[in-house]
């Protein structure tokens, strides 16, 4: 039995048999979703219409790093003559046809990178072709698999004119754009983050079940295999977990990302501290090559964040400053509208990672 919240919400519970639709019912959600198919097509094409023209565009050197980990060769260099990046046509660590077993992808990748997006690129290039465009084209594939799962998420939450209207948004931000095609994790974490939020709105919308907070527990483990940036969205859908479900629920998703994590452990723990080590070998990439190990590099940055701070260059201080008023708004707007709760604590704790990397690395991604 359900019980109902202040809000007029029905509590996170597993929905019993009794409640399960009617057909007729059914017959109208039927007609219903022909329509919202229509609205989600449009906006799928207006997306990949913006998006197609960047297919074509000039690789970085990150990009054609992460092409040749596709190929298990990342470690091998590429020429740097004048800015401009020079790879030799025979041999090449791009080529498909010198593309080493697929099992090299997974131990022989970029360096500091998860690797479930090299992987999943070698796959579809195998099925696909070599090219170029096919790398963009997935890159591509999963910045508009994002949009469904965002219209589908809001759609559950929501309805349709909200589904549509933020859906376009996100088909045509610059930015979104500008990424959507490059040879990069982002658009596959984008994907994946978006499916998470679409499996909680149908633990609100439909009630709570072993099985939907196990597949959302499950799911950091593709983010994490993805970006160590999904450190933030992991632990915003663990604050979504703590506060939102209770007893049983709560526990066994909870056990999801323990399992998840001990997998992840077993799986890629062990590459990741080797790439530590390889950070603080002379042999290694000269730009991850450091005279001391890494963790004697981070631990003093972190101790002595406060202080640094007040020293930072004035445009980093405001890029910050920004970035923790906004995560500000968002708390304060978490507590009046709790039926976004989810989105918030993915804007706070994804901002506030980027502010705590950068902080202790003296990077810049907050402004990214």
Not at 88 to 105: N, Y
Not at 174 to 197: D, F, K, N
Not at 272 to 278: S, T
Request: hydrophobic share 50%; charged share 15%; with cysteine.
């Amino acid at each position: 039995m359900h019980t109902e919240s202040s809000t007029g919400r029905r509590s996170d519970q597993a929905i019993s048999a009794d409640e399960r639709p009617s057909v007729g019912s059914i017959e109208a959600d039927q007609a219903w979703r022909k329509k919202d198919l229509a609205a989600l097509l449009v906006v799928l094409l207006l997306a990949a219409l913006f998006r197609i023209p960047e297919i074509n565009h000039g690789l970085s050197f990150d990009e054609l790093w992460i092409m040749s980990s596709s190929n298990g060769r990342a470690a091998e260099r590429f020429t740097v003559w004048n800015d401009e990046i020079i790879i030799p046509a025979s041999q090449s660590p791009i080529d498909l046809k010198t593309a080493k077993p697929i099992v090299s992808v997974w131990t022989d990748g970029v360096p500091m990178h998860p690797p479930l997006y090299s992987v999943s690129l070698r796959i579809w290039r195998e099925v696909w072709g070599g090219s170029q465009q096919v790398a963009t084209t997935y890159a591509l594939f999963c910045s508009l698999m994002a949009i469904v799962f965002v219209f589908l998420a809001l759609k559950t939450q929501a309805n349709t004119g909200v589904a549509v209207a933020t859906s376009l948004v996100l088909g045509l931000s610059v930015t979104q754009i500008h990424l959507s095609t490059e040879v990069r994790g982002y658009a596959l974490l984008s994907m994946l983050t978006a499916c998470s939020a679409w499996q909680v709105t149908r633990i609100v919308a439909r009630g709570a079940s072993i099985t939907r907070v196990w597949i959302l527990g499950l799911m950091s483990l593709p983010m994490m295999l993805t970006h160590y940036f999904a450190v933030g969205i992991c632990l915003a859908f663990c604050a979504w977990a703590w506060i939102s479900l209770v007893g049983r629920f709560r526990r066994n998703f909870f056990y999801a990302v323990l399992t998840a994590a001990l997998i992840y452990a077993v799986i890629w723990f062990p590459i990741f501290m080797r790439d530590l080590e390889m950070s603080a070998d002379p042999n290694s990439l000269s730009f991850l090559h450091r005279t001391d190990p890494f963790w004697s590099h981070v631990i003093p940055k972190a101790i002595d964040m406060p202080i640094r701070v007040f020293v930072y260059p004035m445009n980093r201080i405001i890029t910050v400053a920004t970035g923790l008023l906004l995560a500000g708004f968002v708390l304060i707007g978490m507590r009046r509208f709790p039926e976004v709760r989810v989105w918030g604590w993915i804007i706070v704790f994804g901002i506030g990672f980027l502010v705590f990397m950068d902080l202790v690395r003296e990077t810049n991604h907050i402004s990214f």
